[in-house]
T-cell receptor
Framework: DGGITQSPKYLFRKEGQNVTLSCEQN?????MYWYRQDPGQGLRLIYY???????QKGDIAEGYSVSREKKESFPLTVTSAQKNPTAFYLC?????????????FGPGTRLLVL | AQKITQTQPGMFVQEKEAVTLDCTYD???????LFWYKQPSSGEMIFLIY??????QNATEGRYSLNFQKARKSANLVISASQLGDSAMYFC?????????????FGAGTTVTVRA
């Protein structure tokens, strides 16, 4: 079945530690996105990538880093510079078709700080 | 400025009744897309319905319909014949044109609770 997988489902981070969230898609989508969701709030864009080996900062990129070495994969690293990382992280992908482009989401990863 | 406004933090609806979720948006683009997503307690975002700015007819997908009023910049979601499984958070989102790199902006969401 085609879809987007995210792992792990839950992730615990210690102070000063970098952690990496995985996002893989087999939909053959060109574009991939990372969002952060805080409790009771909407989604905020962290980073996005429209093609392999290229990515752009979203609205809240500070303290995060990404790579896009393969079309299928878009891992997100939460660095120690991100002082408030506890949140729900959602990965999405789409095929760029302009304004009507629909993003499809993975199941998400909940990150908690110990 | 807020691009997407959802003014109803939470709503209760009786099973089998219809519910309307409000969404207003702000853009200066002529070409844009409006989306509604459902987020159950599991967390996954599920795409429900899409409306293009040039679409003359309101979008419909099964029990979901979008009441698109372009002049008022509103894109309300109507869920007909509510079911217990419709209890979730619902997000309105907008994609603007190339000036915004086609990024998606989300509202704060509306929590819907369906009562038996």
């Amino acid at each position: 079945d085609g879809g987007i997988t995210q792992s792990p489902k839950y992730l615990f981070r210690k102070e000063g530690q970098n952690v990496t969230l995985s996002c893989e898609q087999n939909l053959n989508h060109d574009a991939m996105y990372w969002y952060r969701q805080d409790p009771g709030q909407g989604l905020r864009l962290i980073y996005y990538s429209q093609i392999v080996n290229d990515f752009q900062k979203g609205d809240i990129a500070e303290g995060y880093s990404v790579s896009r070495e393969k079309k299928e994969s878009f891992p997100l690293t939460v660095t120690s510079a991100q002082k408030n990382p506890t949140a729900f992280y959602l990965c999405a992908s789409s095929t760029p078709t302009g304004a009507m482009e629909t993003q499809y989401f993975g199941p998400g990863t909940r990150l908690l700080v110990l | 400025a807020q691009k997407i406004t959802q003014t109803q933090p939470g709503m209760f609806v009786q099973e089998k009744e219809a519910v309307t979720l409000d969404c207003t948006y702000d853009t200066s683009d002529q070409s844009y897309g409006l989306f509604w997503y459902k987020q159950p307690s599991s967390g996954e975002m599920i795409f429900l319905i899409y409306q293009g700015s040039y679409d003359e007819q309101n979008a419909t997908e099964g029990r979901y319909s979008l009441n698109f009023q372009k002049a008022r910049k509103s894109a309300n979601l109507v869920i007909s014949a509510s079911q217990l499984g419709d209890s979730a958070m619902y997000f309105c989102a907008m994609r603007e044109g190339p000036s915004n790199d086609y990024k998606l902006s989300f509202g704060a969401g509306t929590t819907v609770t369906v009562r038996a």
